[in-house]
């Protein structure tokens, strides 16, 4: 399946790596934590690793390790404004459950 982004969310990931100069995509991962069991991570990735599958879309790209795959698998990422607020947001088929502040999830 894969991993893609929309286009608002593309935007933001290459305004930050334009700023921040350098780097091969963003890194997402899964890690325990939360409430739900499971918390979503970003981070800017400079290097590919060797467990590491490169998903290109909408002209970005996104790095996601070995182990995070399976959780993350047929996510899109989007970056969405709800008021005042704004940020990226995970529709991940995979997760069965979030909870209420949507830091963390289940599967």
């Known amino acids: ?8 969310a593309a935007r933001q990931i290459r305004r930050a790596l ?3 100069g350098s780097g091969v995509g ?5 890690k ?17 690793q060797p467990e ?9 790209s996104l790095i996601v390790d070995a182990m995070s ?7 899109q990422l ?3 404004r709800e008021g005042l607020n704004e940020g990226f947001k995970f529709l991940n088929p995979n997760a069965t459950a979030s909870c209420g ?7």
């Open 32 to 48: 325990t934590s939360g409430c739900s069991g499971y918390a979503y991570a970003m981070e800017f990735a400079d290097e590919l």
């Open 69 to 75: 795959l399976p959780l993350l698998d047929g996510t």
């Open 78 to 80: 989007d970056f969405v």
């Open 1 to 8: 399946m894969g991993i893609t982004v929309t286009e608002a």
């Open 18 to 20: 334009d700023k921040r």
């Open 101 to 107: 502040c949507g830091e963390s999830f289940a599967v």
């Open 26 to 30: 963003l890194r997402l991962a899964v």
């Open 52 to 60: 590491d599958t490169r998903f290109d879309s909408a002209g970005v």
